[in-house]
């Protein structure tokens, strides 16, 4: 993530457009991906940091590919609100403990406050304000996370759900027509540091 | 009203005007008569609740070119899926994972033994991380981590095992078995396998002729408990694979009923002492709550009947619903309007007739306006978004329109000057009659030299004066009959409301829930002109060459949900 420095605003715009605010706190950038024209607000944090020690082909050896060591992936137009936190999810895996990747689609909205713990999070993902999303939790895409749900560890949500609750349950289907509420794009371009003011 | 109050617009589906006669529920689409308080729409109706949707949640049939509503859509199947194949907690509804009972040896301590990276042996149980809910509760533990189904439909609470129906079959067969019968124990029976062993009784009975004795005479004659009457309700319960026999149907005599429980006769437990008793030594705590018994599917290896089912350790893991894409199709003329993908894992649809893509949408914003014009207004400052309004004092809403379409619309509007209700506030739309731009191309629009532009901004504000779109300027006035705003495809216009007072007389009823929203019913004409030839109505841009135009209109009611109004 090269940064022009030349005007000092609130936010580090990247080349590929990724906006990311001076005040958030990311740990470990280097197993950090971010797809481009993605928005980290202040204070969000994505800890990188919890990498994934232990790989599957380790005892295969055999090919010296290089391991993959990306802790999260985030993909295209994905907004991150304040205080928000992406974590990789650890378990137990052949005797040791060891994180794994957190995936996430485009177009993801992660509301502030809300702790993401997730193996996956498809495209076309709202997460509301205070949400917590339990460990290995796989999110297909078009899914609406309702404010203040929890998702509990390794639930599964299908596409074009609406979820709820503590713990959190499938409430209702996302409608035909609202699929294009989920678009990100015209966000994007609220913030940054010079920011456009929303259309009509 | 903690919480700030969100403006929305909601749209009534045509489909639930089939009664005119019906005042109350609502007003009727082809004749617009907005000014006529009698024909508003009242959206406190208590009907209104179940035809108003928000735009998102209508579709829009090409061929009759009207909205369709969830409720008159036709739904077809498409495929069905299984989103996640374990089970659910019954508990809370957390997803359920196979973990060992055995905890392992930390492996950071000495005395662990080497092989304590080998994968977890069993014995297995379902466990919820979210309630730490664990089938071993309920008695309830497998040998083997994987094929928890067919595990599981083997098992009682309890961890005792129970005949599947091919083993009961199997074990009828087994003439060593028919030789040394065993003790009716009628809690054996479950479900399934009372029915199996009625089914295989009564077939026993149609099969023999010579069950025609006298008993029940005068019952035979009305055909209960008669071979005929037997193999047709049979033959429902079964899906009509049974033996259709006709000499059966000519037979009318009686046949004699279950006696034992290897015929599927199951005497009811009416000794509730049991239960009592445990209720008295677990308290509430032990026993299930109603959401917990109703997400219990029904329990097929359980005994039935009296007793069960109350308490927590008869809960059973829940398997997750099936989950389903399905088509929708016009009532009307049957056209499909929107049909998904049928692959499970894609997201994408083959049609989708969204309404949001043929009418406009309507867009609420409170209009803080900073000096009154003639109107009374003294909001000193801004208007907090989501405050509750102030009653007798004019408030400003700005409705913005927005024309998804790529012809020009003409939008008229009409609502009743007072809301209806209990609490009548006046309503005034200062512009009831506007054109709405298409939604051109924008980079047309981007393209267009500066000139240009502000010559065609002119000539939508329909003035001289120096018009800058860029935002809320002094210039806007509110003037009757006036656009207060205009961009590429959308238009914004003031409403100007008096919020009632919500003071009640002595004796009146008090406030309901809800009532206290201020809900402004407006009755939307959309007309433009589309091309004949093509029936899509927003499909193609229009050209020059095609002559052929035809007028085109569609008119609705919705209801704008603006604000609260204060509570003294």
């Avoid at chain 1, 999260?72 to 052949?94: H, Q, V």
């Avoid at chain 2, 007739?353 to 109107?375: D, H, N």
């Avoid at chain 2, 009374?376 to 009653?391: K, Q, Y």
Wanted: proline residues 9%.
């Amino acid at each position: 993530m090269s940064s022009r420095r030349a005007p000092r605003g609130e936010y580090i715009e990247t080349d590929t457009g990724n906006k990311v605010a001076r005040k958030a706190t990311l740990v470990g950038t280097q197993h950090i991906m971010l797809g481009g024209k993605t928005v980290i607000q202040p204070d969000a944090m994505i800890r990188g940091d919890l990498v994934r020690t232990i790989h599957p082909s380790s005892q295969s050896g055999g090919n010296a590919a290089p391991q993959n060591n990306t802790a999260i992936s985030i993909g295209r137009y994905c907004f991150l609100s304040r205080n928000c936190c992406l974590r990789p999810p650890g378990r137990f895996y052949k005797g040791a403990f060891t994180y794994m990747p957190l995936r996430m689609g485009d177009h993801v909205f992660v509301g502030p406050g809300a702790v993401v713990q997730a193996a996956s999070v498809g495209s076309h993902v709202h997460i509301g304000a205070g949400c917590v999303i339990g460990e290995f939790a796989i999110i297909k895409d078009y899914v609406r996370i309702l404010d203040g749900t929890v998702v509990p560890p390794n639930m599964v949500i299908p596409s074009f759900s609406i979820v709820a609750g503590q713990p959190a349950r499938v409430i209702g289907e996302v409608p035909e027509g609202g699929h294009e509420a989920f678009e990100l794009r015209d966000l994007y371009k609220t913030v940054g540091n010079n920011p456009q003011p929303a259309p009509h | 009203m903690a919480t700030a109050f969100t403006p929305y617009s909601y749209i009534q589906c045509p489909c639930s005007d089939i009664t005119p006669t019906d005042r109350r529920s609502g007003g009727s689409p082809t004749t617009p008569e907005p000014d006529d308080d009698d024909r508003a729409f009242d959206p406190r109706a208590p009907r209104s609740s179940f035809s108003l949707y928000p735009l998102e949640y209508l579709m829009y049939c090409e061929d009759c070119h009207q909205i369709r509503c969830p409720r008159c859509v036709a739904e077809e199947i498409v495929t069905y899926y299984c989103p996640n194949c374990l089970f659910e907690c019954p508990v809370c509804v957390g997803p359920l994972a196979v973990t060992s009972v055995e905890t392992k040896p930390d492996p950071n301590l000495l005395a662990a033994p080497d092989n304590s990276a080998a994968p977890l042996a069993g014995p297995y149980a379902l466990t919820c991380s979210y309630c730490l809910w664990t089938s071993t509760e309920v008695g309830i533990q497998f040998d083997k981590p994987n094929g928890i189904h067919a595990q599981l439909a083997k098992l009682r609470n309890g961890g005792t095992t129970r005949l599947t129906a091919k083993e009961r079959k199997e074990r009828r067969k087994d003439p060593s078995y028919k030789a040394q019968p065993p003790p009716p124990d009628s809690q054996d029976l479950d479900h399934e396998a009372q029915f199996a062993n009625l089914k295989a009784f009564y077939q026993g009975q149609l099969a023999d002729p010579n069950t025609a004795d006298a008993g029940l005479a005068l019952l035979g004659d009305l055909g209960f408990s008669s071979p005929t009457s037997l193999s047709r309700i049979m033959s429902i319960y079964t899906g009509g694979s049974l033996l259709h026999d006709k000499k059966a149907k000519t037979r009318l005599g009686a046949m004699r009923e279950a006696l034992d429980p290897d015929e599927g006769l199951l005497v009811a437990s009416l000794d509730e002492s049991a239960a009592i008793s445990k209720l008295r030594s677990e308290g509430l705590d032990g026993t299930a709550s109603t959401a917990q018994l109703v997400g219990q599917p029904p329990n097929m290896v359980e005994p039935p009947l009296h007793g069960n089912e109350r308490f927590l350790d008869t809960l059973r893991p829940v398997p997750h619903l099936l989950r389903t894409k399905r088509s929708k199709r016009c009532p009307v003329c049957r056209h499909i309007i929107s049909k998904p993908e049928s692959k499970v894992q894609t997201t994408r649809f083959r049609i989708r007739l969204v309404a949001g893509s043929y009418i406009p949408s309507i867009s609420i914003r409170q209009l803080a306006l900073s000096s009154g014009t003639g109107s009374g207004t003294s909001a000193s400052g801004p208007a907090v978004p989501g405050a509750p309004l102030e009653p007798l004092k004019p408030a400003h809403f700005l409705l913005t329109f927005k024309n998804p379409i790529f012809e020009t619309i003409k939008v008229t509007l009409g609502a009743p000057a007072t809301t209806p209700g209990r609490f009548a506030s006046r309503v005034t739309v200062l512009c009831p009659e506007f054109e709405v731009d298409a939604n051109t191309d924008v980079w047309d629009e981007a393209l267009k030299n500066n000139a240009e532009r502000d010559r065609e901004l002119r000539r939508r504000r329909g003035e001289s004066v120096s018009a800058n779109s860029g935002g809320i300027s002094s210039a806007n006035q509110l003037e009757v009959g006036k656009i207060w705003e205009r961009g590429r495809n959308w238009v914004s216009i003031v409403v100007e409301v008096v919020p009632a007072s919500l003071a009640l007389a002595p004796g009146n009823p008090p406030l309901r829930e809800d009532e206290d929203v201020l809900e402004i019913p407006m009755f939307v004409r959309v007309e433009w002109e589309a091309e004949m030839a093509g029936d899509e109505v927003g499909a193609a841009p229009s050209r020059s060459n095609s002559e052929a135009r035809e007028k085109r209109e569609l008119a609705y009611w919705c209801v704008l949900g603006v604000g609260r109004i204060r509570q003294r």
